[in-house]
């Protein structure tokens, strides 16, 4: 055997590589075989076209190059190899420097592998042609889609390979080196498995059908997006007429679904179609016809007719029946499974302990009146002053005439002119204030009389109410407060004739008369917000009757308010009011002489007035949330009302001393228990102090 060329040392020189591997070429073919020939290639950065020179020369083949093929190899080898392991390093020369060896009969094209996919490549099977060979296979997919492939796929496949599927022969379209081509062979092979597809039918005792399959669904679907994945594992139907399951898919997923099934397959902790529900704080009718209107037909097969309905339960043909007993508040439901279950939830919402509001509305009116009249009247006239000759009247004076008549007649005897009897009827023709008189009032001759009249008042009124309600939170309530005054509307005369003699007479005079409420009047509807705030709407009315005047009939006043508003709990918030002054002056003189001045203060008439009123209303909402809350308000209030008792006059009647006085029993005193079990009235200690009074 010829000893091997051991090429080490050629390496040793960069450029001589290539003559050396040139000799060895001459020497095989001057004699030796060439398959027995074994080299040991070593290149450090030497150009690519070199290392082809001598590829072609050991191998004998033909090489074309494109222009773009230009690259320094490094190739480091221990061990001698043939000419064809020597051309397999090769040709992974050109792969690891980005370039590719594409046959073309007795010639090689030497490319970059960009364009790789643009040539020819080999068609051949599994396993055969060397591992950098760029080669095409087309792979037939029996089970699963080439589209969802590709997505796959892709990552795998480097740039210059070429993947793609063809849907409707459900092809695969490979382009690559062929050790990768051959890798996406394995990997198609192990996905492209045929599923174990099989039907069950699973029957339900219990729930319904086509909720199941809506809910088993729901969960296939958001597995299938979870796992990318195009088509369905599992398929679930339903069938109505016989409330079962069909279940088709894999065997594991198929026994997954079945367990899964057959856990919602299982009856209500109450059991039955028919249930009772008590109430506790919402009345049952109400509820009963609202629960109605809203699930009335809402079963799956409501609207459904034929044969067979009649075996079918009710629950199970979508029957919704609500009806309420009174005398228990209580509803009777029959409803399906789903539908019980949705219904119960929403009582549970409704049938809740609402809140309730505790407002307080405060009116303070604050008024003072204040008022001065001065004015002097004269009367000039004959002995009794019938017969006057002249005189003054103002409207805030008293006529001096009449009162003239009357104390000559009280004093002379003789009735006066103004119908006066005696000094007696002086009194109701004097006005308000001091009355002082000068004059002449003889028994002949020329009279005269001059009243002079002076009024100064001062009056201040301080009122202050509270009315108190209490409402379930969105539910009007109203609390009124008053008298009923009457109000004559009209009047009436009957006339007939009395006698024989067609002589007719007033008979059966009568008055109509309407009663109308006057006092105060409040109407509120809370609303209590999600936080501690409460919208209030709110209606308001004071009326009250004003000192008699003038008038023909009764004057009331009359105020209200309407409005909505918003408060905080516990907080105060002014609703509205009124601030207003109001000064009148009045003068009346006579002309010419009443403008003289000092002397034309005989001729004149002044008035003065002045009203201040302040009027303000308040609202004041407290939330009771529970019984606690509702307890401690009714406790202040309850305990201020016996102690306004107790401070009053809490002995006996000294007339009565065994009777006691009606007074509120202390709440907080234990009450004892009758034979019966029926609580006794609490005894209460008379002789318990009064307890200091504190504020509303």
């Given at each position: 055997?010829?000893?091997?060329?051991?090429?080490?040392?050629?390496?040793?020189?960069?450029?001589?590589?290539?003559?050396?591997?040139?000799v060895?070429?001459?020497?095989?073919s001057?004699?030796?075989?060439?398959?027995?020939?074994t080299?040991?290639?070593?290149?450090?950065?030497?150009?690519i076209?070199?290392?082809?020179?001598?590829?072609?020369?050991?191998?004998?083949?033909?090489?074309?190059?494109?222009?773009?093929?230009?690259?320094?190899?490094?190739?480091?080898?221990?061990?001698?190899?043939?000419?064809?392991?020597?051309?397999?390093?090769?040709?992974?020369?050109?792969?690891?420097?980005?370039?590719?060896?594409?046959?073309?009969?007795?010639?090689?094209?030497?490319?970059?592998?960009?364009?790789?996919?643009?040539?020819?490549?080999?068609?051949?099977?599994?396993?055969?042609?060397?591992p950098?060979?760029?080669?095409?296979?087309?792979?037939?997919?029996?089970?699963?889609?080439?589209?969802?492939?590709?997505?796959?796929?892709?990552?795998?496949?480097?740039?210059?390979?070429?993947?793609?599927?063809?849907?409707?022969?459900?092809?695969?379209?490979?382009?690559?080196?062929?050790?990768?081509?051959?890798?996406?062979?394995?990997?198609?092979?192990?996905i492209?498995?045929?599923?174990d597809?099989?039907?069950?039918?699973?029957?339900?005792?219990?729930?319904?059908?086509?909720?199941?399959?809506?809910?088993?669904?729901?969960?296939?679907q958001?597995?299938?997006?979870?796992?990318?994945?195009?088509?369905p594992?599992?398929?679930?139907?339903?069938?109505?007429?016989?409330?079962?399951?069909?279940?088709?898919?894999?065997?594991?997923?198929?026994?997954r679904?079945?367990?899964?099934?057959?856990?919602?397959?299982t009856?209500?902790?109450e059991?039955?179609?028919?249930?009772?529900?008590?109430?506790?704080?919402?009345?049952?009718?109400?509820?009963?016809t609202?629960?109605?209107?809203?699930?009335?037909?809402?079963?799956?097969?409501?609207?459904?007719a034929?044969?067979?309905?009649?075996?079918?339960?009710?629950?199970?043909?979508?029957?919704v029946s609500?009806?309420?007993?009174?005398?228990?508040?209580?509803?009777?439901?029959t409803?399906?499974?789903?539908?019980?279950?949705?219904?119960?939830?929403?009582?549970?919402?409704?049938?809740?302990?609402?809140?309730?509001?505790?407002?307080?509305?405060?009116?303070?009116?604050?008024?003072?009146?204040?008022?001065?009249?001065?004015?002097?009247?004269?009367?000039?006239g004959?002995?009794?002053?019938?017969?006057?000759?002249?005189?003054?009247?103002?409207?805030?004076?008293t006529?001096?005439a009449?009162?003239?008549?009357?104390?000559?007649?009280?004093?002379?005897?003789?009735?006066?002119?103004?119908?006066a009897?005696?000094?007696?009827?002086?009194?109701?023709?004097?006005?308000?204030?001091?009355?002082?008189?000068v004059?002449?009032?003889?028994?002949?001759?020329?009279?005269?009389?001059?009243?002079?009249?002076?009024?100064?008042?001062d009056?201040?009124?301080?009122?202050?109410?509270t009315?108190?309600?209490?409402?379930l939170?969105?539910?009007?309530?109203?609390?009124?407060?008053?008298?009923?005054?009457?109000?004559?509307?009209?009047?009436?005369?009957?006339?007939?004739?009395t006698?024989?003699?067609?002589?007719?007479?007033?008979?059966?005079?009568?008055?109509?008369?309407?009663?109308?409420?006057?006092?105060?009047?409040?109407?509120?509807?809370?609303?209590?917000?999600?936080?501690?705030?409460?919208?209030?709407?709110?209606?308001?009315?004071?009326?009250s009757?004003?000192?008699?005047?003038?008038?023909?009939d009764?004057?009331?006043?009359?105020?209200?308010?309407?409005?909505?508003?918003?408060?905080?709990?516990?907080?105060t918030?002014?609703?509205?009011?009124?601030?207003?002054?109001?000064?009148?002056?009045?003068?009346?003189?006579?002309?010419?002489?009443?403008?003289?001045?000092?002397?034309?203060?005989?001729?004149?008439?002044?008035t003065?007035?002045?009203?201040?009123?302040?009027?303000?209303?308040?609202?004041?909402?407290?939330?009771?949330?529970?019984?606690?809350?509702?307890?401690?308000?009714?406790?202040?209030?309850?305990?201020?009302?016996?102690?306004?008792?107790?401070?009053?006059?809490?002995?006996?009647?000294?007339?009565?001393?065994?009777?006691?006085?009606?007074?509120?029993?202390?709440?907080?005193?234990?009450q004892?228990?009758?034979?019966?079990?029926?609580?006794?009235e609490?005894?209460?200690?008379?002789?318990?102090?009064?307890?200091?009074?504190?504020?509303?």
């Open positions: 055997m010829t000893k091997p060329v051991n090429p080490t040392q050629i390496s040793r020189c960069s450029h001589l590589a290539s003559v050396c591997l040139t060895m070429a001459l020497t095989w001057a004699g030796l075989p060439a398959q027995q020939a080299i040991t290639p070593n290149y450090k950065d030497a150009d076209r070199q290392v082809i020179e001598a590829v072609g020369e050991v191998t004998g083949k033909n090489f074309i190059l494109d222009p773009r093929v230009k690259a320094q190899v490094t190739m480091l080898s221990a061990a001698p190899m043939n000419p064809d392991a020597f051309y397999e390093a090769f040709l992974s020369i050109l792969s690891v420097y980005g370039f590719v060896a594409v046959p073309a009969g007795d010639i090689i094209k030497i490319l970059p592998d960009a364009n790789a996919r643009q040539v020819p490549g080999a068609e051949n099977e599994p396993g055969g042609g060397r950098d060979d760029i080669v095409t296979r087309v792979i037939a997919v029996q089970n699963v889609a080439a589209a969802q492939l590709v997505p796959i796929l892709r990552p795998l496949i480097p740039q210059y390979g070429h993947l793609a599927a063809h849907p409707p022969s459900n092809l695969l379209i490979i382009s690559d080196r062929a050790s990768n081509v051959d890798r996406m062979v394995r990997i198609v092979a192990r492209d498995q045929a599923a597809q099989d039907y069950e039918v699973i029957r339900l005792e219990h729930a319904s059908a086509s909720e199941i399959v809506k809910i088993v669904g729901a969960l296939n958001g597995a299938q997006q979870a796992e990318g994945s195009g088509g594992r599992v398929t679930v139907v339903a069938d109505e007429r016989t409330n079962s399951v069909l279940v088709t898919g894999d065997k594991n997923d198929r026994l679904y079945r367990a899964l099934i057959t856990h919602l397959d009856p209500l902790e059991g039955g179609d028919t249930q009772v529900r008590y109430l506790r704080y919402t009345d049952a009718v109400d509820l009963a609202k629960l109605q209107s809203q699930y009335s037909g809402s079963g799956p097969q409501a609207a459904a034929g044969g067979g309905k009649d075996a079918v339960p009710p629950a199970q043909r979508g029957e609500i009806w309420a007993d009174e005398s228990t508040n209580a509803l009777i439901i409803a399906p499974p789903k539908t019980m279950k949705s219904m119960m939830q929403v009582i549970d919402k409704l049938d809740i302990r609402r809140a309730q509001v505790m407002v307080e509305a405060i009116i303070v009116e604050v008024s003072s009146d204040k008022a001065a009249e001065l004015g002097v009247t004269w009367a000039v004959d002995r009794d002053l019938n017969s006057v000759v002249g005189l003054t009247k103002f409207d805030t004076t006529g001096v009449g009162i003239g008549g009357a104390i000559l007649g009280g004093a002379g005897g003789a009735g006066g002119a103004g119908g009897g005696g000094a007696g009827d002086v009194g109701s023709l004097i006005g308000n204030g001091i009355t002082m008189g004059g002449r009032l003889g028994s002949s001759g020329l009279n005269f009389v001059a009243l002079i009249e002076a009024l100064e008042s009056g201040s009124s301080n009122i202050i109410g009315p108190i309600l209490v409402t939170d969105n539910e009007e309530a109203q609390i009124e407060v008053g008298q009923e005054v009457p109000f004559v509307t009209g009047s009436f005369t009957n006339t007939g004739a006698g024989g003699g067609g002589v007719t007479g007033s008979v059966n005079p009568f008055q109509t008369i309407q009663r109308e409420q006057v006092g105060l009047t409040l109407k509120i509807t809370p609303q209590i917000n999600e936080g501690n705030a409460v919208r209030l709407k709110i209606e308001q009315e004071i009326s009757i004003l000192p008699s005047s003038q008038a023909v009764l004057i009331t006043s009359n105020r209200s308010i309407n409005t909505s508003v918003i408060v905080e709990d516990g907080g918030l002014v609703l509205g009011g009124l601030i207003q002054d109001q000064v009148t002056e009045k003068e009346q003189r006579v002309p010419i002489l009443g403008s003289i001045p000092l002397l034309g203060a005989l001729f004149r008439s002044n003065t007035t002045k009203a201040r009123t302040n009027l303000m209303v308040f609202i004041r909402p407290t939330i009771l949330r529970d019984n606690v809350q509702a307890t401690f308000e009714t406790n202040a209030k309850y305990n201020y009302i016996r102690n306004q008792q107790l401070a009053t006059k809490p002995e006996n009647p000294r007339l009565m001393p065994l009777t006691p006085r009606p007074v509120l029993p202390d709440m907080a005193q234990p004892t228990m009758s034979p019966a079990g029926s609580p006794l609490p005894v209460i200690d008379l002789r318990i102090p009064p307890a200091k009074v504190p504020a509303p």
